[in-house]
């Protein structure tokens, strides 16, 4: 199936641990994105590559590290977990940069952090 | 920062009814999407709207771009119990920006 894939759907840690989330997209899409949906279904941008080069960062903690070791692929590492973490993180890639371009998600990561 | 605001917030209605959800902002947009998501999954594109006050129709989904393109609606023509999920507007800005996302329209149908 062409889809964006990400790992783990869940993932439950406690305050002060580091954790990684991965996403895979075989669509041969160009750009990945790290969306961050909050507890209101607010769906707020984190990173942005293109071609594995990083093309958006918005404000967000040094904490969060975003690595693309190939273009299918942006995994998103997060050190030093805090409560305010806990969310629903979503990979998406589009075709291009664009940003008509349309957006394929992934089924999201739930983070809970105690 | 642009905003989208959505309304209603949320939206039950009965099998068969008819609704139009809402996209507004006071700023203008060179495109707007909508898109749908359901619990446990991703959002899923349903249309692009490029054109002041286009019309895009989607089997019994009806879109609209608003002529200024700062405003969008959705209507649903006798809805149904699979159209239950949360609507999503997104922005894209002048400038090479990000997409701006709505908070959401969460509907459910009822049978």
């Known amino acids: 199936d062409t889809a964006v894939s990400q790992t783990p759907k869940y993932l439950v840690t406690q305050m002060g641990n580091d954790k990684s989330i991965k996403c895979e997209q075989n669509?041969?899409?160009?750009?990945m994105y790290w969306y961050k949906q909050d507890s209101k279904k607010f769906l707020k941008i984190m990173f942005s590559?293109?071609?594995?080069?990083?093309?958006i960062n918005e404000t967000v903690p040094n904490r969060f590290s975003p690595k693309s070791p190939d273009k299918a692929h942006l995994n998103l590492h997060i050190n030093s977990l805090e409560l305010g973490d806990s969310a629903v993180y979503f990979c998406a890639s589009s075709p291009s940069g664009a940003y008509n371009s349309p957006l394929h998600f992934g089924n999201g990561t739930r983070l809970t952090v105690t | 920062t642009q905003l989208l605001e959505q309304s209603p917030q949320f939206l039950s209605i009965q099998e068969g009814e008819n609704l139009t959800v809402y996209c507004n902002s006071s700023?203008?947009?060179?495109?707007l999407q909508w898109y749908r998501q359901e619990p446990g999954e991703g959002p899923v594109l349903l249309v692009t709207?490029?054109?002041?006050?286009e019309v895009k129709k989607l089997k019994r989904l009806t879109f609209q771009f608003g002529d200024a393109r700062k405003d969008s609606s959705l209507h649903i023509t006798a809805a149904q119990p699979g159209d239950t999920g949360l609507y999503l507007c997104a922005g894209e800005p002048y400038g090479n920006t990000p997409l701006v996302f709505g908070k959401g329209t969460r509907l459910s149908v009822i049978a």
């Open positions: 700023s203008v947009f060179s495109s």
């Open positions: 709207v490029v054109t002041g006050g």
């Open positions: 590559y293109n071609n594995k080069e990083l093309i």
């Open positions: 669509l041969g899409h160009d750009t």
